[in-house]
């Protein structure tokens, strides 16, 4: 009995957390609306808020009750574009500091930091055609911003 629960423990325990990665951001940019709802709840593990989006947005959330481990996801669809809008707010460092370190590993180019207010800062990471903005500090919402967009 004592093995059976400590199986049972071990399984959960190893179970992923709906964590963001880098390269889910690059895969999250390119999904279909249509097909989103599949990956994000399926394959990542998110929940979709739909009484806060509008026809060409979807909004997912980890639901993490933490304050320090919830993220926030908006998908924006841009007309007449093969990628989406990605809005992300992350109240995890960790989480933030880990998509920063493993951007360039997957083949971003880290364009230096960008100053969008007289105290915020931003970090700038270019794909192809996507561009990653990531604010170096957490801002007025109290979470780190993450935007994606396409050029």
């Keep these: 009995m004592k093995f059976f629960i400590f199986c049972f423990l071990l399984f959960f325990s190893l179970l992923p957390a709906q964590d963001l990665s880098a390269n889910h951001i690059s895969e999250i940019a390119y999904y279909d609306l249509d097909h ?13 808020v739909q009484d806060i989006e509008d026809d060409n947005q979807r909004v997912y959330t980890n639901d993490s009750h933490k304050i320090g481990e919830l993220i926030v996801i908006t998908v924006i669809k841009k ?33 230096g930091k960008q100053k969008l207010s007289a105290d915020i800062f931003f970090s700038l990471f270019v794909k192809d055609k996507l561009t990653v903005a990531i604010t170096d500090q957490v801002t007025h919402t109290g979470a780190y ?4 967009t396409y050029k």
Excluded at 36 to 48: E, H, N, P, S, T
Excluded at 81 to 107: A, E, F, H, M, Y
């Design 36 to 48: 989103l709802d599949k990956a994000m709840i399926q394959v990542y593990g998110f929940k979709r």
């Design 145 to 148: 911003q993450i935007l994606v």
């Design 79 to 111: 007309a007449g574009s093969c990628s989406n809008i990605l809005s992300i707010v992350n109240t995890s460092l960790d989480s933030v500091l880990k998509i920063r370190q493993d951007l360039p590993k997957i083949g971003y180019l880290y364009k």
